[in-house]
């Protein structure tokens, strides 16, 4: 679909969210919601007051006068006076049309951008979102890699199996009675992800640069697993064999539940957030052994540096860091350092900056996790006068 069809959707959609269209432009509108049932879902999606809220956010920190300059480039003068002739967009442009195009087709005009100045950023080709891979290891020290081909593997007592498919490893529920069991390990690299199906039932989500260490088979009072980096649960309900996440100094105990834990070595700090349930959430990096129960939409939150190293509990949007495991980053006023913290890993690039007042520059967006790393960086140049400057695998991020 081209620009100019962009621009006439969304001028429509806000026409008639605002009661003000024509009558020709009313059948036009008609017209184009009948022709496809997405388009019905679309409308539905823009009117909700609460995706309104989100994408409030986000619009605040575009700089809409630039979108707009790039837009009109793109649609090119002649087209642009004819169009312009015919609607009256100025007003409508800033406040209506760009959030609207965003939300029904905004990727499309970057990505035809950064498509046609491709050959002028060549050397950020290398740089390429992450995918499905991780390491398996074995107790018997056995290494398998992850990602390259589905697979069954017998456990040596024979009692365990583990089914190896496309992005996933799942353990059977089979008690191995009588039999040690062993603990097996998985590592994600960084620009790696994998799920992984417990014995116990138990999903986990485990995000780039991570490693999970867990028994092939849950055996007495509590299903404890060790973790480094991050990892969403969603965990088995089972009150008589709590759930325990061990993960460097910060412990969840959940009997059934949903929660995302990070706690980066190379982050000074370390959360966890629940989205489903009820957990305890402790912690030992401070000496102090400080815990707090939470419920859904709390996160609890300790800085791991400085004199004070209290255990905050407070409110959040649990989307916000969960939507990894949905194939999406959000942001919402995040600094850059911790945006190319997180970007840094999935795309397995290392990141400089030029000055500090740089890396403190706020951001909100969403971003598909999967994307092309010269479309995102195209669009965080247009939105937050910045510029980078990639050699290989090194971002360098400076003021424009």
Known sequence: MDELKYIKISKLIAGYLLNNLSDEDLEDFMRWLKEDPAHQDLLNSIRNQKNWEEREEIIKSLDKEKIWSKIQEQIGAQKRKRFLQRIPFVKYAAAVIIPLMLAYGGWYLFKKNVQQTKNNIGKTAQIVPGQYKAKLILGNGRQIELGKKDTTVSLPDKQVRIKI?????????????????????????????????????????????????????????????????????????????????????????????EFDVSNYSDDNFAQATLVEGKVLVSEK??????????????????????????????????????????????????????????????YDIHVFFNDVATSRLKFSGKIPRFEDFNIIIRLMEQTNSIQFKITGKTVVISKK
């Open 285 to 346: 990096m401070s000496g102090k052994f400080q815990s707090a129960i939470l419920v859904p939409s709390q996160q609890a939150f300790i800085k791991k540096e400085g004199a004070i190293q209290k255990l905050h509990v407070h409110t959040v949007d649990t989307k916000i860091y969960t939507s990894w495991t949905q194939g999406v980053f959000l942001f919402k006023n995040e600094t850059l350092e911790q945006i190319f913290n997180k970007l840094g890993r999935w």
């Open 165 to 257: 498919d496309s992005g996933k490893v799942e353990y059977n529920k089979k008690v191995a009675t009588g039999k040690k069991i062993e603990m097996n390990t998985l590592v994600t690299p960084r620009g790696g992800e994998i799920v992984v199906i417990l014995s116990d039932g138990t999903k986990v989500w485990l995000n780039a640069a991570s490693q999970l260490k867990y028994p092939s088979v849950f055996t007495g009072k509590e299903r404890n697993v060790y973790l480094k980096g991050e990892a969403f649960f969603k965990v088995s309900k089972d009150p008589k064999h709590p759930f325990i996440v061990h993960a460097n100094g910060l412990v969840v105990k959940a009997l059934g539940t």
